[in-house]
């Protein structure tokens, strides 16, 4: 039958060492290795979305200066700033009155005052923004020189992502607590 010899060959087997070639070595060190990054580099489903863009609005407040020599310089003003979400809104300055100095403007399309969201008193204000539409409300601080009390107003869109510019440069001649159209001056 089976003879120790056959044993014997089959056990002997094992006790030579595998020759591979570099080249085999090399791909079976690599094998794992790619089987790891593959295994590491697939997208998980539970994984949630990248976070959006922020948006910011970035308010610059100026006022012209007439000196008597008749040259016209513009320079930061102090003023107060107000903006408020305007999805779905239509603000009346008018029926607000001086309720809006403080933050709360009517909103006509809900018969509501509603509160500004962001406010900053100076000449400048930077804020950070989800993206939307929006009404920003500029009032000049109350002062001596003329164009105390002046205000502005208009209705801005921004995007996902957007850094947007408001510029508003009152005129040196605005009268005091006038209203002034935001783009004259641009």
């Known amino acids: 039958m089976f003879g120790l010899s056959q044993y014997t060959r089959f056990s002997n087997y094992h006790n030579y060492p595998l020759k591979y070639s570099p080249m085999k ?62 999805e779905d809104a239509d603000f009346d300055v008018e029926a607000s009155g001086t309720d809006i100095y403080v933050g709360s403007a009517y909103d006509k399309n809900s018969g509501e005052f509603k509160t500004a969201i962001y406010g900053s ?21 109350k002062s001596s ?15 996902e992502g957007e850094n947007l510019q408001l510029k508003k440069t009152f005129s040196h001649d605005v009268p005091s607590g006038a209203y002034e159209e935001w783009d004259k001056n641009k």
Do not use: N
Not at 145 to 159: Q, R, V
């Open 25 to 86: 070595k090399f791909l079976l060190f690599l094998f794992p290795l790619f089987l790891c990054l593959f295994m590491t580099g697939c997208k998980d489903e539970d994984e949630p979305e990248p976070e959006p863009l922020p948006s910011a609005v970035d308010a610059d407040i100026k006022k012209q200066v007439k000196y008597s020599s008749g040259a016209i310089e513009t320079k930061p003003a102090s003023a107060i700033i107000h903006i408020w979400s305007a």
């Open 145 to 159: 020189s003329s164009g105390s009390l002046a205000y502005s107003h208009t209705y801005f869109e921004i995007k």
């Open 121 to 141: 008193v100076g000449s400048r204000m930077k804020e950070p923004v989800e993206p939307g539409k929006y009404f920003i409300y500029v009032l000049l601080k």
